[in-house]
């Protein structure tokens, strides 16, 4: 019978041509399948191929016995149910660079369309109005570019807009400046990417922190008649906020491929005449689709020969004894990478790992990737998985050494994560305590005891009496509780630590109010 795939969604017929040209695969076209004819089916396929459209539910996963890979040709996998097709050791692909060059392009587009008023110019001839006064516009020649997020997209648009002879300034938390001046361009702080740029391009995914990233103080801070793109993800920008800029002048323009709430029929924003707008069009050419249906294509034909996939996104197979013995710390090395990553204050070089005890018995490399994963995934969301995590921070130029131990610091099984920056060393350390879970150890050089889940606190400070009652007031006037305490200090009037779990998220604005206490030097708020 050989390899039987089912493709449930449209794809670009140049795309599947690998699959049509392996002898050893049966390829069967199920788009116009209802849902029924799909549970009906699944069960005679290997691999199945999908888009957005084709929802991958725990329900036909149980139904799908002989599945073994699911591809989506895309770069979300949010249609499909990841725990379950891990349970059932069944690998998902994506395909998260076949868009890259289209998404750079059409930010491109928008970019020149915005400056030189392109849209409103055309609107007006179709109206037989012929005023060229009117639609004056700027060139983008020795304007400064300001672009957040500097990953694959962001790295392709500044490749661009040096052709245009842009100046480049970026921000990413993982550019570092050695990287940025090989690229012959500048790196930069969120303040300084809003204070110097004329134009801003935003290429990060939507996250808890990038959530309303560009919102009414943002662009307070930014140059009087900044042009704003954004071809990323809606929600990063505050719509709201970004109407009452361009009403009040502080931003001459704006180009939006993606909006908050989409599909984006009805808006105030769409009144104003210094807005342009796409409905979601960053990947839509034919070349983008045909490109991510080629590499989801090629990873199925490698995994039918055996060989590794290049997209995977889920868990690999791991031997179900070796799983169980692991698994435990999975958990635990992903916390410690997503609380450690909050006291980085300079783009991370170096991520190092230390097992001692129990854990440096077992089979650590999936341990390692969900650390890296924990760290990666404050900047980089659901883009990051256990699989890519370390191909991602390859990708950003992190180096990664695993080493086995014999210290265990009195602990059946301890693991240490250390991230190593420009000018300093960062740690935390974790162990597994019998029926109790995760626990963190060690935060740098000070013992602590704290279970990594909820909202935490940590503050660095001076070792003096009062500290401790001076914060407790502060928080309470803020109304937050504290639920537990952990304190250590270096030596006596030295150094110290305080972390604490706290009742609820703790803002910017409070943790800056801690700061102006005379004997804290650092507040650092950390959701887990």
């Keep these: 019978m050989g390899f039987r795939v089912l493709i449930a969604d449209p794809l670009s017929q140049e795309g599947i041509t690998p699959l049509l040209e392996t002898e050893e695969i049966q390829l069967d076209i199920g788009t116009e399948w209802t849902n029924t004819e799909l549970f009906e089916r699944i069960s005679e396929y290997d691999a199945l191929i999908i888009r957005s459209q084709t929802q991958v539910t725990r329900a036909l996963i149980a139904k799908a016995t002989h599945l073994k890979i699911i591809g989506r040709a895309g770069v979300g996998v949010d249609n499909i149910d990841l725990d379950a097709a891990t349970e059932q050791g069944i690998i998902v692909v994506n395909a998260p660079n076949g868009n890259t060059n289209s998404a750079a392009e059409h930010t491109m587009a928008m970019m020149m369309a915005l400056s030189r008023k392109i849209p409103q110019a055309y609107l007006s001839l179709k109206n ?23 990953g694959r997209i962001g790295a392709e648009v500044a490749y661009r807009a040096k052709g245009q002879r842009m100046r480049i300034i970026a921000y990413d938390p993982f550019l570092t400046e050695e990287q940025a001046s090989k690229l012959g361009i500048k790196k930069g702080s969120l303040e300084n990417v809003y204070a110097q740029a004329d134009f801003i391009t935003i290429h990060t995914p939507l996250l808890k922190e990038t959530r309303y990233l560009l919102n009414q103080q943002a662009f307070e801070a930014m140059k009087d008649g900044v042009y704003i793109i954004n071809c990323a993800r809606g929600g990063i920008i505050d719509e709201a906020a970004l109407y009452d800029a361009i009403q009040n002048k502080k931003v001459a323009g704006a180009a939006l491929d993606v909006f908050e709430e989409e599909p984006f029929y009805e808006h105030r924003l769409l009144e104003l005449p210094e807005i342009i707008a796409t409905p ?108 890519n995590a370390l191909y991602l921070a390859e990708k950003r130029g992190l ?128 959701d887990l």
């Design 128 to 150: 037989k109005q012929w005023d060229r006064k009117k639609y004056i516009g700027k060139e983008l020649k020795n304007k400064t570019l300001g672009i957040i997020g500097f």
């Design 280 to 387: 979601h069009l960053g990947a839509s050419t034919v070349e983008a689709q045909e490109s991510v249906a080629i590499d989801v294509s090629e990873d199925i034909i490698r995994f039918m020969r055996g060989e590794a996939v290049h997209n995977p996104v889920n868990l690999p197979s791991i031997p179900r004894e070796a799983l169980t013995e692991i698994k435990p710390y999975f958990l635990l090395a992903e916390k410690l990478g997503q609380f450690l990553i909050h006291l980085a204050n300079e783009p991370i070089q170096e991520i190092n790992l230390y097992y001692s005890g129990d854990v440096a018995k077992t089979k650590i490399g999936p341990i390692t990737r969900n650390a890296v994963k924990g760290l990666l995934a404050r900047h980089l969301g659901d883009h990051v998985n256990d699989v």
């Design 399 to 526: 180096t990664i050494h695993e080493n086995m131990t014999s210290s265990t610091q009195g602990f059946t099984n301890l693991m240490r994560v250390e991230i190593v920056t420009k000018s300093e060393k960062k740690s935390v350390a974790g162990t597994l305590l019998n029926g109790l879970g995760p626990r963190i150890v060690k935060v740098d050089p000070y013992s602590v005891d704290v279970t990594p889940k909820g909202h935490l606190l940590v503050i660095h400070h001076q070792d003096q009496p009062g500290v401790i009652g001076k914060m407790g007031s502060l928080l309470a006037t803020k109304e937050i509780n504290i639920a537990t305490m952990q304190v250590d200090r270096a030596d006596v009037g030295g150094n110290a630590i305080m972390v604490m779990t706290v009742d609820r998220h703790i803002e910017k604005i409070e943790l800056e109010a801690l700061e102006q206490l005379e004997e804290i030097h650092k507040a650092i708020s950390i």
